[in-house]
């Protein structure tokens, strides 16, 4: 078969990228095969640290890990037992594309602790963690070139999805009470005048990831009235919403409306992130399409890790193992904030969370947390720079701190590392402050793709 000359364009009927030339022939046989969405394909901020905060003198505050070892494992392990002896014919065998009645029965009384009192089990939909949710919902809206509004900064899995199915981000400022509804009127505004189709309003309502700061109570009012007025999809994801320090639940926004809000929920953060159990709820119609996307995408969600979770709501004292994590996290978040105030160099400033897993820290002016990481994990700390929970290439001056997983002494540890770094590295830039770097900025700022953001060195290495 003959083949077309590198940079020939391709004649009439031919596909639009069939005359892609490999970028990397020698390396990878197949690199003229991949579909074009791969392309901006790489590993988000949080999964390339695995390797650095699984050494045993690293101090991490970078990843969200759930303390596990707080469940009562024997309880638990003699279930899952029981469970496999017992209904084994059931629990290793495949299962509905929407996920065991049962189970879907007890999620809504989950659901009900935060003012769902309207759901029906035929409603829900189980999936692989909330994560399966995310994917299949922007699966069934999303078109390549569409729009999806989110809080800025965002969840680095949530970028992850909605870059795969080549939609584009627009971020919405928040502050220390959330999305600010008048910014997120603005983007409509702005997105509508330029004619862009915005499928949906992507939000962590409750404890967010990775600002930790939760919607206000007339936040949320003002954004469902914006939903109403503008014809908005709200997309609410809610894996903290449980986990608050100093108040009740918050009654969700799906709560205030049912056909305006799809409802992402997650047993990760309350049971087990092992398990891989979530869910979606969403209008029939909705539901039906995302029980037609799970078929074709896992065939049914795992039967066995399903029956165990709606065994341990049936069987274990679920609410009050809430309530002892609440506490195990509200010490470390305390211990946080404590060393924070009485460690970290002037300028610098952070989230007060009162709930859920996160801080986010904002650095003094002038430094850039991505490039001060390596100085950090090689003086065994460890964090995720904020430039992973933007689109846009934004964010260098922050960084997100998990308190969730280390002791509240290891936690003082690694902040008493961390602003030793910082200070250092303020050091650095002001014997260097009479360097002229507009030069190198310049160049930097010619790098940058107004769409996909900066040149990072990701980025870099794949064009290499």
């Given amino acids: 078969m003959a083949t077309l000359p590198p940079g020939t364009p391709p004649g009439p009927g031919a596909h639009p990228h ?6 990397h022939p020698r390396l990878d046989p197949l690199a003229d095969r991949y579909a074009a969405r791969t392309h901006g394909m790489k590993s988000s901020e949080i999964r390339a640290l695995f390797s650095v905060v699984s050494r045993p003198e690293v101090v991490s505050l970078a990843g969200g890990m759930p303390a596990v070892t707080a469940l009562p494992l024997d309880a638990v392990g003699s279930m899952i037992g029981e469970l496999v002896s017992g209904m084994g014919a059931q629990t290793l065998q495949y299962g509905s594309g929407q996920g065991d009645p ?10 009900a602790l935060e003012g769902i009192t309207d759901a029906s089990p035929s409603e829900v939909v189980v999936t ?10 922007t699966r069934v809206f999303c078109d390549p070139g569409d729009v999806i509004l989110a809080e800025g900064p965002s969840y680095v899995g949530a970028l992850g999805v909605f870059q795969s199915s080549e939609a584009r981000v627009r ?36 404890f967010h990831n990775p600002a930790g700061v939760t919607l206000s109570e007339p936040r949320r009012e003002a954004i469902i009235d914006i939903a109403e007025r503008y014809d908005l999809l709200v997309i609410e994801d809610n894996p903290y919403g449980l986990l608050g320090f100093d108040h009740e639940p918050m009654r969700a926004l799906r709560a205030r409306n049912s056909s305006r809000v799809i409802y992402l929920g997650s047993f990760s953060k309350t049971f087990s992130p092992g398990l891989r159990v ?4 969403a209008p029939l119609a909705v539901r039906e399409k995302l029980v037609l996307a799970t078929e074709a995408q896992v065939l049914c969600p795992p039967s066995l890790t399903q029956y165990a979770v709606a065994r341990y709501l ?4 679920w609410r009050e193992q809430i309530k002892l994590f609440t506490e195990l996290y509200r010490e470390r978040r305390d211990a946080t904030l404590e060393s924070l105030e009485a460690l970290m160099p002037p300028g610098t400033t952070w989230t007060r969370p009162d709930g859920g897993f996160y801080v986010w820290l904002k650095l003094p002016d002038g430094l850039d947390a991505k490039l001060m990481q390596p100085r950090a994990v090689n003086a065994h700390v460890a964090y995720v720079p904020g430039i992973g929970f933007y689109a ?8 997100r701190l998990s308190y969730c997983y280390p002791e509240p002494d290891q936690i003082r540890e690694g902040v008493r590392r961390l602003a030793r770094v ?43």
């Fill in 278 to 281: 979530g869910w979606v709820l």
């Fill in 422 to 464: 910082i200070e250092a590295e303020q050091d650095l830039h002001s014997t260097f402050d009479a360097v002229d770097t507009g030069r190198f900025r310049a160049v930097h700022d010619s790098a940058v793709d107004p769409l996909v953001g900066p040149a990072t060195s990701d980025r870099f290495e794949e064009e290499a």
């Fill in 18 to 23: 069939s005359h892609v030339v490999p970028r």
């Fill in 314 to 317: 049936d069987t274990q004292p």
């Fill in 171 to 206: 971020h919405v400022p928040m502050d220390d009470d959330g999305l600010i509804p008048e910014a997120l009127e603005q983007a409509l505004l702005e997105c509508r005048a330029a004619g862009d189709r915005v499928k949906f309003l992507y939000t962590v309502p409750n």
């Fill in 102 to 111: 049962r189970l879907r029965e007890r999620i809504c009384d989950v659901m």
């Fill in 128 to 137: 692989v963690g909330s994560q399966q949710g995310l994917d299949l919902v």
């Fill in 392 to 399: 846009d290439g934004g964010g260098r001056e922050y960084m």
